[in-house]
């Protein structure tokens, strides 16, 4: 069984030569490939030859662990350990050329399956900054090297917050209205695009604080992981550990502050 450390070092790796393709592939235009859940939720051409490249190269280092990517599904694995990737995390930012996009890769215990999983290590890549997030549990986050930790003793009234909104034009409005209700509690609301990136401006204190409903696993699961090694506390909806129907990350104190807030809204979504 490799080291954290080790896992970390191999998503980094990967992390690093996927943000070189896309980077690439953004350089030469985009092409859009097809729409999921809606026609604003998109999928390039680079997102499948990004993944393309990520599957393999984890293949040739760790045979015998499973993956998970967004655009080409699970394969299980014997090991016990999964790959949980998103090959281009802020795809519609990449498509538009908005310089915050990112590869996400993050390596699970168990199943794939954020309410279960153990996550072991992970690394964000921004190809247009170069800016590498990275972390291993129980070894702290780092940004290029640099140990990162959240913010701390922020009050709810100046807390800067970033959050997300789904692509579904419904779900938005239900979205949007809570946001009007914390929008006046807080210092102000950011909503970036990438949920990956978000949860890492957490770790480095450009966000205080950071939530979202309906995020898939790859969306979160490396984000999430150096969230919490920055000293974030990152829970779900109720009893629930982050996943789809909600993920707040923020500082302590801050969490403690804002998630009941958070809470009483989206409970009432179920």
Same mark, same amino acid.
């Given at each position: ?9 191999i998503?980094l790796t990967?992390?690093?030569?996927a943000?070189d393709?896309? =980077?690439?592939r953004?350089?030469e235009?985009?092409?859009?490939a ?6 604003t939720?998109?999928?390039t051409r680079a997102d499948?030859e990004?993944?393309r490249?990520?599957?393999?190269a984890?293949a040739?280092?760790?045979p015998r662990?499973g ?5 080409s599904?699970?394969?299980e694995?014997?090991s ?6 998103d090959p281009?995390d ?5 498509f538009?050329g ?5 590869v996400?890769i993050a390596v699970?215990e168990?199943d794939?399956?954020? =309410? ?5 290590a ?7 900054s ?7 549990a ?9 140990e990162?930790h959240v913010?701390g003793?922020?009050?709810?009234e100046l807390?800067l917050v970033g ?6 034009a ?10 009007a209700q914390l ?11 990438t949920?990956s ?12 604080a ?20 920055a000293?974030?506390v990152?829970?779900?909806l109720?009893d629930l550990q982050a996943?789809?129907?909600l993920l707040v ?9 804002l998630?009941?807030?958070?809470q009483?809204?989206?409970s009432?979504?179920?």
């Amino acid at each position: 069984m490799p080291s954290n450390a080790e896992l970390r070092d191999i998503a980094l790796t990967v992390a690093r030569r996927a943000a070189d393709l896309a =980077q690439l592939r953004r350089s030469e235009g985009v092409e859009i490939a097809a729409s999921k859940s809606s026609l604003t939720d998109i999928v390039t051409r680079a997102d499948r030859e990004v993944e393309r490249l990520v599957r393999e190269a984890i293949a040739a280092s760790r045979p015998r662990d499973g993956f998970l990517g967004e655009e080409s599904g699970g394969g299980e694995g014997t090991s016990g350990l999964t790959w949980v990737v998103d090959p281009i995390d802020g795809t519609v930012n990449y498509f538009y050329g908005i310089p915050a996009y990112a590869v996400s890769i993050a390596v699970v215990e168990g199943d794939a399956d954020p =309410q279960t999983w153990t996550t072991l290590a992970g690394a964000v890549v921004n190809p247009v900054s170069g800016e590498a997030f990275t972390a291993a549990a129980g070894g702290g986050a780092r940004l290029n090297g640099k140990e990162l930790h959240v913010n701390g003793d922020v009050p709810l009234e100046l807390a800067l917050v970033g959050t997300g909104f789904g692509y579904d034009a419904t779900i938005r409005e239900r979205q949007a209205a809570f946001v009007a209700q914390l929008i006046g509690k807080v210092r102000d609301v950011r909503r970036i695009g990438t949920a990956s990136l978000d949860l890492c401006n957490v770790a480095s204190g450009r966000l205080d604080a950071y939530f979202e409903r309906g995020l898939n696993p790859w969306d979160h699961a490396a984000g999430a992981l150096i969230a919490r090694e920055a000293g974030a506390v990152v829970g779900g909806l109720g009893d629930l550990q982050a996943g789809a129907e909600l993920l707040v990350a923020a500082p302590p104190a801050l969490y403690e502050k804002l998630n009941p807030l958070v809470q009483e809204y989206y409970s009432a979504w179920r």
